[in-house]
């Protein structure tokens, strides 16, 4: 297949440094007009929040090309570190150029780059002689385009291959773990250079004598140098010397150092090589990429998930994946959310099976004949009493508050959000106030039920349409079920959810509160239908009245539709025939001597019946008035005998349906 770029070509940038932005804007706008989309331009910031997101989406909008990526340091701006994540994550090319956005580039660019595309040369440097514009000057070029009026004298020459511009064959550079993650910027180049001539062979290197120009922009190198070796040592001790006794090593003994020593010093690097969640657990790195890292917890609080604020902070990679679910499914249109409730035993699931879904908590019960597309877990008792099931159900994707993700065994659908819980936290000035996300990669607000985190993705994924199944709004608590608090201990069957193991015996359940969801799904329907979109209550039966009801099988472009709709068909079962000849056709004593023939007559014609029309009653509108049919008296009684005219003890049967039928009355 086809390389779709000749190369990466990756910038580092920072708010803080607005002329350092505004000449990266300048050098992006010249690399696009000049090679369209021959090149993939990964462009990263460094900072706490994505200052410079929008300024460099509009590139990405109108070039395919252009991608933008935010990368979380709270402290120095750590250029290297940049670098190295890019060429680990992002870049999609087999060839890629770090480019410090101060170099105005120049014809032989080009033809340097495809030199290091075709393997001819490990690593080259552009330019050989650099020539550093002032301040007037750089202006006056910006401004003309020109380099005509300005002196260009007395360029430096570099003898070395410089950080600052350099193309590397990638493969190359992830073996060598690339860049020294954390160094004062005077060294940077002499440890990449001794180490280069040691282990390239003197034809994989290449510097070539072109002369490049180089924008002004203040010199802020300063205050990295001061911050280099007196703060590893405050901060790291014994763990920094170990680092800088190789490295002295290495820089000592010059052209004689030992190939052990370089090994040694890679390997110190590896782990934590192009990091991308590098600063998120409080890791700050170390000298040559060595850092020190979080204590584990050895005991995990199941009641910190509930109350506390999160153990575990989102991670660069777990950003990553949900971006990728970004309005994604805005041109399918609609998903189904599916609740949990006793009335989703009344829905053909089967029709949802090329439909987007959601599905929660011990929906796995249903695994037989349905699974969604998405499986969600909120709830905290739910995770800790069925932790296995939950791995080892198998659906396409999993999400999961990143609370959870210390439990969990790692898995590729696995995803995790942060969850906002401040709805629960009687310290939150947001306690019992719904509030609703529309960005999922920041995080999800809890409403009282795991549907409320449900209807946050689905917005966030770009569906107009959402419905709703199996969401009774209706609970029971049993008298018999211990209380703790807002826990609920079950001794009995769950009359509650569609399965009667779902929060059966012994298993805890948090007291729903449908009063705090009611003020949850208010909020959800305020947004939604803000901004156009709809959510309807497709639930057969139940008591949410929040949303427009729908009918289930009116959604379907293709309803099974016959001649004999659900109630017919019930009516010409055996079990109803039979049944209402015994009770409606004997209030005569000839009635009664007639019956046995009469019976004989209709299970006879019956059987000669070809019922082609007979499919699964769930697929019909009138459903639930079938169900109704089938708890008449005479259903009951005809289904008794059918199904027992064997039995010795069928008398005894009829005589209990008769006495529960009078009782009813």
Request: net charge positive.
């Amino acid at each position: 297949m086809q390389r779709e770029y000749l190369a990466s070509i990756v910038f580092n940038v920072k708010a803080e440094n607005k002329v350092k932005i505004d000449n990266c804007l300048f050098i992006l706008n010249s690399l696009l007009k000049k090679y369209g989309k021959l090149f993939e331009i990964i462009i990263l910031e460094q900072d706490v929040i994505p200052f410079l997101k929008d300024e460099f989406q509009k590139y990405c909008k109108e070039n395919s090309n252009v991608k933008y990526y935010f990368l979380y340091n709270p402290y120095e701006f750590n250029l290297n570190w940049g670098k190295n994540v890019a060429a680990r994550h992002f870049s999609n090319a087999k060839t890629i150029v770090f480019y410090d956005f101060d170099f105005i580039v120049e014809d032989n660019f080009i033809e340097e780059v495809y030199l290091c595309d075709q393997k001819k040369y490990k690593v080259i440097s552009p330019c050989g002689y650099i020539h550093y514009l002032n301040k007037a000057d750089s202006d006056n070029f910006k401004k003309r385009l020109d380099l005509k009026n300005i002196p260009l004298e007395n360029p430096h020459p570099i003898k070395f291959i410089m950080d600052g511009l350099c193309i590397f064959n990638k493969k190359f550079f992830l073996e060598i773990n690339g860049f020294n993650q954390h160094m004062p910027f005077e060294i940077e180049n002499k440890i990449l250079n001794l180490m280069l001539k040691r282990i390239c062979k003197e034809n994989e290197i290449r510097i070539s004598n072109e002369t490049y120009t180089c924008l002004w922009s203040p010199n802020n190198d300063k205050q990295l140098n001061n911050f280099g070796f007196t703060f590893l040592k405050e901060k790291y001790g014994d763990s920094y010397f170990e680092c800088r006794k190789i490295f002295n090593n290495i820089c000592s003994s010059n052209d004689k150092f030992d190939i052990k020593q370089i090994e040694k010093y890679n390997l110190l690097k590896k782990h934590f090589f192009g990091d991308a969640d590098l600063y998120r657990f409080e890791k700050r790195n170390l000298w040559q990429g060595f850092c020190q890292t979080q204590s584990k917890i050895n005991e995990f609080h199941y009641k910190n998930l509930e109350y506390g604020e999160a153990l575990f902070q989102i991670t660069f990679n777990d950003i990553y994946k949900i971006n990728n679910f970004r309005n994604i499914f805005r041109r399918k249109k609609r998903c189904f959310i599916v609740g949990n409730g006793p009335s989703l035993n009344k829905h053909d699931l089967s029709l949802l099976k090329d439909e987007i879904t959601f599905g929660f908590n011990s929906i796995f019960y249903k695994k037989d004949e349905f699974r969604p597309n998405f499986y969600i877990v909120e709830d905290n008792l739910v995770m800790k009493e069925r932790l296995k099931e939950i791995e080892d159900y198998e659906v396409q994707y999993k999400f999961f508050p990143i609370n959870y993700k210390e439990l969990l065994k790692p898995s590729p659908n696995q995803i995790f959000f942060k969850m906002n819980l401040g709805f629960y936290q009687g310290t939150s000035r947001y306690f019992r106030i719904p509030r609703f996300s529309l960005d999922a990669t920041e995080e999800l607000f809890c409403g009282q039920s795991v549907t409320y985190i449900a209807l946050q993705l689905a917005y966030f994924m770009g569906f107009e349409e959402v419905y709703l199944i199996g969401m009774d709004f209706y609970y029971v608590i049993p008298e018999s079920h211990k209380r703790i608090g807002s826990t609920l201990i079950s001794n009995t069957d769950d009359p509650n959810h569609f399965h009667k193991d779902y929060f059966g015996k012994g298993k805890s359940w948090h007291d729903p509160k449908l009063h705090e969801v009611a003020k949850n799904y208010k909020m959800a329907k305020l947004i939604y239908e803000s901004s156009g979109r709809k959510i309807y209550n497709a639930t057969i039966g139940g008591k949410l009245e929040i949303f427009d009801r729908i009918d289930y099988y009116s959604i379907f472009e293709k309803p099974n539709v016959s001649n004999i709709g659900a109630v017919d068909q019930v009516k010409n079962h055996l079990s109803y025939k039979v049944g209402k000849t015994i009770v409606h056709d004997t209030k005569k004593i000839s009635d009664v001597v007639n019956i046995p023939f009469r019976l004989f007559s209709i299970i006879k014609n019956h059987k000669k019946e070809k019922n082609k029309n007979c499919k699964n009653l769930k697929k019909y509108s009138d459903y639930s008035e079938a169900l109704k049919v089938q708890q008449y008296f005479s259903y009951k009684l005809g289904k008794c005998i059918v199904s027992n005219y064997k039995n010795p003890f069928l008398l005894c049967k009829l005589i209990k349906i008769i006495i529960e039928h009078k009782k009813r009355k």
